[in-house]
């Protein structure tokens, strides 16, 4: 250490770090704005992988520093970064003027910095019209989608009372198996054409009272509504909660309590629907735990009363 406290093994560790020109480029991109690693690689043509290594030793060496933004992380020079680095630095900035390819990297940024504060703009008009917007480009069915996707590939799911089979095929891509189940022969004739081909989809014609299907058989069940139907819930949700696996889940979804006669008999509904409480009472008179029951409001344009959604576990 010298007599100002110096160590000469820091000037030593920062020739080594500004000898190598890729870290070069990268501190000419960083000096006068924060970018991303995919920014980086976009601007200088690189790898990601070779970005963040290099970005690793100007971390570790203190010329560089980062934070979290969302999902990724931003890159700048470090506000804490020694003044002999900076010095050493700025020595070394005034040799890079004639670099071609610290040129085109300038260039190449200047396209993706443009880019990034386009999207910026457009969002910030867009905000008001963006749901509309999007739905409109690329339809509803994207929220969906990335919901299903939460769930494990290896779980098997039991969709009760499947109808025409939608919701059946909508989870087939995502689990290991689907056992769908239905007391209509038309219904499932329907859910029959638009399952073909698919292979791990098992059709049942039974009684939702009496299932046949084995005691633990099931990841989780789905009475997406259905209970409304039934001349007596409870029996229904004490076969719901005797085919799921301990730690399984059930998920219900029927029409909120109403007292529209007219739509009852239209849609042909035993029950005017459910309020929350009420659903969550009969989850835990048939055995469930943790249950979480909470309304939704209709959709725009839909002329019905609106939902009521109910999650609960089964045997622990």
Not at 250 to 267: P, Q, T
């Amino acid at each position: 250490m010298d007599k100002r406290g110096r160590h000469p093994g820091a000037l030593v560790g920062w020739m080594e770090l500004l000898s190598e020109p890729t870290r070069l480029r990268l501190l000419c991109a960083l000096e006068k704005r924060e970018l991303s690693v995919l920014e980086l690689c976009e601007g200088l043509a690189l790898p990601q992988s070779t970005v963040s290594r290099h970005l690793k030793a100007l971390s570790a060496g203190g010329f560089v520093g980062s934070r979290r933004q969302g999902t990724q992380s931003l890159y700048a020079w470090s506000p804490d970064s020694a003044p002999g680095a900076r010095k050493l630095w700025a020595l070394a900035r005034g040799e890079l003027e004639g670099w071609a390819s610290v040129a085109q990297d300038g260039k190449r940024l200047e396209a993706v910095l443009a880019r990034r504060d386009g999207a910026r703009r457009f969002f910030a008009g867009a905000a008001g019209a963006w749901d509309e917007l999007r739905e409109r480009v690329y339809g509803r069915g994207f929220g969906t989608e990335a919901l299903l996707s939460l769930l494990p590939p290896s779980w098997t799911v039991a969709d009760l009372g499947c109808g025409t089979g939608a919701l059946t095929v909508a989870l087939a891509p995502r689990v290991a198996r689907v056992l769908a189940v239905d007391r209509s022969p038309a219904m499932l004739l329907a859910a029959r054409r638009r399952t073909e081909g698919l292979a791990n989809v098992e059709l049942h014609e039974a009684d939702l009272a009496r299932l046949p299907l084995a005691a633990a058989s099931c990841d989780a069940a789905l009475l997406v509504l259905v209970l409304a139907y039934q001349d007596d819930p409870e029996p229904v949700l004490l076969e719901a909660h005797r085919i799921l696996r301990p730690r399984g889940r059930l998920v219900v979804v029927d029409a909120a309590r109403h007292a529209d006669l007219g739509l009852r008999r239209r849609i042909g509904q035993v029950h005017a629907g459910f309020d929350p409480d009420e659903l969550a009472g009969r989850l835990g008179a048939a055995g469930f735990s943790g249950t979480i029951a909470r309304s939704l409001p209709p959709e725009p344009g839909a002329q019905g009363p609106g939902l009521v959604v109910a999650t609960a576990g089964g045997a622990s």
